[in-house]
């Protein structure tokens, strides 16, 4: 039986997730102010956000739909920050 | 002019990008009714983010990413006519949705222990409307997953994997918001 390849670019994308992941772990060790944690984390997840629309939703196909959900997201996460904030 | 280049750009199911987009502007609605009512109680809020199980969450979000690349992997495969390596990645994606779900069970068990429940405060009703909304789509995606694994047309295995990359982004944006920001 022939035993298929795992494609690199979604393993690369897994990878991007996995350490993504991993520095929002770290970030909320402490080193840094709440204002900076609270901004690193949700740019980490607007990060994540993207890899998983990009390389496992294809929007990599589609660049106008994907600048429409990172203006979108992008938006919600000034909304987050802001309500955080005040 | 041509109004449907984008909408034809779109890989994929039209009606699961639809689901896709519905899903995300719900549980972002949720997300900042959520902030929007933390401003009355900060402290409160803080107080009682304070009794959730980061580490089990972000071990959660580790598992559905995984399950999210197996998904994105079985359509892969099943494009290049790997069916069984395709199911088993979709079985795989599934079972792992299965582990999520028991993590998330523990973290529900742990709050009945501590007497914590949907009325204890403002945060928790919040908590547990979120979460186990979210829980219950992943129920429904493991339930999909199998049954595109079971009829593996790659037209449905992307479908199954749309739907299930779906699960996976609002996690990421929930989990967030939800278990960090303090």
């Known amino acids: 039986m022939r035993v298929p390849l795992f494609s690199m670019p979604l393993v690369k994308a897994w990878m991007n997730l996995i350490g993504l992941s991993a520095g929002s772990a770290v970030l909320t060790m402490g080193g840094l102010s709440a204002e900076m944690t609270a901004l690193a984390i949700l740019l980490i997840a607007l990060a994540k956000a993207r890899v998983i629309l990009v390389r496992y939703l294809g929007l990599d196909e589609a660049p106008g739909v994907l600048r429409g959900f990172t203006l979108v997201l992008g938006l919600f996460a000034v909304l987050v920050l802001g309500l955080y904030l005040v | ?182």
Not at chain 2, 5 to 12: A, N
Not at chain 2, 88 to 113: D, H, R, S, T
Not at chain 2, 135 to 164: M, T, Y
Request: net charge negative; with cysteine; charged share 15%.
């Open chain 2, 1 to 182: 002019m041509n109004d449907s280049s984008v909408i034809d750009d779109l890989p994929g199911e039209l009606m699961m990008w639809v689901l896709v987009v519905s899903e995300l502007l719900v549980f972002g609605a949720g997300l900042l009714a959520f902030l929007g009512v933390r401003l009355t109680d900060p402290a409160g809020f803080t107080e009682a983010q304070a009794h959730l199980h980061c580490t089990g969450a972000a071990l959660n979000t580790g598992v559905l990413v995984t399950s999210g690349f197996l998904a994105a992997q079985a359509l892969h495969w099943r494009q290049a006519d790997a069916r069984l390596a395709a199911r088993l990645a979709m079985g795989a994606a599934a079972a792992l949705g299965v582990v999520f779900l028991w993590i998330k069970g523990v973290e529900y068990a742990n709050k009945a222990e501590q007497g914590i429940g949907w009325d204890t405060h403002p945060f928790f009703t919040f908590y547990y409307l979120l979460t186990g909304f979210h829980a219950a789509h992943v129920v429904a995606g493991v339930l999909l997953l199998l049954l595109v694994a079971w009829k593996d047309s790659p037209r449905n295995i992307e479908a199954g994997a749309q739907f299930w990359h779906m699960v996976d982004l609002v996690w990421v944006l929930l989990f967030p918001v939800v278990y960090l920001l303090r």
